[in-house]
């Protein structure tokens, strides 16, 4: 069974930072592109980082600069990194697995950037 487990999020004022994490199970977590999405209310979800299976990495200009993801395949553990959040930020955030055809997501964990 496929899981994806999300913490890390909370109540944070602007400036902020948070460390989200998505511990993993059920797959071979090495070959899998991780990324982290966001949904806030009333809005698509869009993808805030991905970090594929050789390491590389893409960024959402929104959070460039701000925003670090990594990935620890001995612990199969995705984390994000959030600095210098904004309001804007608020949302929640899931975590997302993607090899081929096989695509699984997380529950997701609320982030609020208070004002």
């Known amino acids: 069974q496929v899981q994806l487990v999300e913490s890390g999020g909370g109540l944070v004022q602007t400036g902020g930072s948070l460390r989200l994490s998505c511990a993993a199970s059920?797959?071979?977590?090495?070959?899998?592109?991780m990324a982290w999405y966001r949904q806030a209310p009333g809005e698509q979800r869009e993808l805030v980082a991905r970090?594929?299976?050789?390491?590389?990495?893409f960024y959402a200009d929104s959070v460039k600069g701000r925003f670090t993801i990594s990935r620890d395949n001995a612990k199969t553990t995705l984390h994000l990194q959030m600095t210098s959040l904004r309001p804007e930020d608020t949302a929640v955030y899931y975590c997302?697995?993607?090899?081929?055809?096989?695509?699984?997501w997380g529950q997701g964990t609320q982030v609020t950037v208070s004002s």
């Open positions: 059920g797959i071979p977590f090495h070959i899998y592109s």
């Open positions: 970090i594929t299976s050789s390491l590389g990495t």
């Open positions: 997302n697995a993607v090899y081929y055809e096989s695509t699984h």
